[in-house]
């Protein structure tokens, strides 16, 4: 199993700034792809950011420009630097993780945690 747990929500007002970390332990043989993903209210949670092992990263239209998303192979972390904040980034943002299920494959879980909320105020 392997666990994953986010840190650094809060309340931050429009045209703030955030940083997320997410750190993944547990039994770890290789981290794939991770990523930020976020829900709101009354909606579905979506894609915010994708980052391949290699540093291939993805973005929602919606916050190009505006957040970073990076990681640290050797610590099993992502990180996620969130600038220009919008009332409209409100959320419960969580981490994701593929983990390899075991060495001489190529299958994957998906692992979540359990969410961090970020709260912009206009």
């Known amino acids: 199993q392997v666990q994953l747990v986010e840190s650094g929500g809060g309340l931050v007002r429009a045209g703030g700034s955030l940083s997320l970390s997410c750190v993944a332990s547990g039994r770890i043989i290789n981290i794939g792809s991770m990523g930020w993903y976020r829900q709101a209210p009354g909606k579905q949670r979506e894609l915010v950011a994708t980052i391949t092992r290699g540093g291939r990263t993805n973005y929602a239209d919606s916050v190009k420009g505006r957040f970073t998303i990076s990681r640290d192979n050797a610590k099993n972390t992502v990180y996620l630097q969130m600038n220009s904040l919008k009332a409209e980034d409100t959320a419960v943002y969580y981490c994701?993780?593929?983990?390899?299920?075991?060495?001489?494959?190529?299958?994957?879980?998906?692992?979540w945690g359990q969410g961090t909320q970020v709260t912009v105020s206009s």
């Open positions: 994701n993780a593929d983990s390899l299920n075991a060495y001489g494959t190529s299958s994957y879980t998906a692992y």
